[in-house]
Antibody, heavy 119, light 106 residues
């Protein structure tokens, strides 16, 4: 069955960068996009951006533009999200989710990756 | 930027009907979807395209969307439905989430 498996928890210092991976399996990778969503402790969901599994086109949230980079490796069906110049308010659980265009919705979610930014 | 507004909390008695709203400018002109998130778990899609249920989602979950408001309705609410619920729509190729509603089953 389709699933997304993310990399493990990270602890970073302010100003550093983090790269989270999301391994897709059980479906045609090029037929779907991947969206990144984050959730700060005790807060709601925040849409970060998406990347096409077909051609690698991306679109990111305006507030994160310049700090976030999303890439794909089609040979390993893995998507990566890199966030640089980390601040304490970047502390959150980061989720990848499959974007089903025919549903206009995120139908499969990864297990989440906790990123803690602390000095 | 586009915004979606949800009530912070809704309470319902077991077996009764829970209604969670999501408001946004001309939201009825867009597709709305809903996610359920239980504590410590990843979100799960429960409604897409305003009214459609993914396979495996009980038919007590239903949705509607008209004007400026999308609505998630849970009929015959069960204790297991206690969770946070988020609406989501797309605006100018960017995703937008509502702030979330905590559903308490008393």
């Amino acid at each position: 069955q389709a699933q997304l498996v993310q990399s493990g928890a990270e602890v970073k210092k302010p100003g550093a960068s983090v790269k989270v991976s999301c391994k897709a399996s059980g479906y045609s990778f090029s037929s779907y996009g991947i969206t990144w969503v984050r959730q700060a402790p005790g807060q709601g969901l925040e849409w970060m951006g998406w990347i096409s599994g077909y051609n690698g086109n991306t679109n990111s949230a305006q507030k994160l533009q310049g700090r976030v980079t999303m890439t794909t490796d089609t040979t390993t069906t893995t998507v990566y999200m890199a966030l640089r110049s980390l601040r304490s308010d970047d502390t959150a659980v980061y989720y990848c989710a499959r974007w089903a265009v025919d549903r206009d919705a995120l139908d499969i979610w990864g297990q989440g990756t906790m990123v803690t930014v602390s000095s | 930027s586009y915004e979606l507004t949800q009530p912070p909390s809704v309470s319902v008695s077991p077996g009764q009907t829970a209604t969670i709203t999501c408001s946004g400018s001309k939201l009825g002109d867009k597709y709305a979807c809903w996610y359920q998130q239980r504590p410590g778990q990843s979100p799960v899609l429960v409604i897409y395209h305003d009214t459609e249920r993914p396979s495996g989602i009980p038919d007590r979950f239903s949705g509607s969307n008209s004007g400026n408001t999308a609505t998630l309705t849970i009929s015959g609410t069960q204790a297991m439905d206690e969770a946070d619920y988020y609406c989501q729509a797309w605006d100018s190729r960017a995703g937008v989430f509502g702030g979330g509603t905590k559903l308490t089953v008393l």
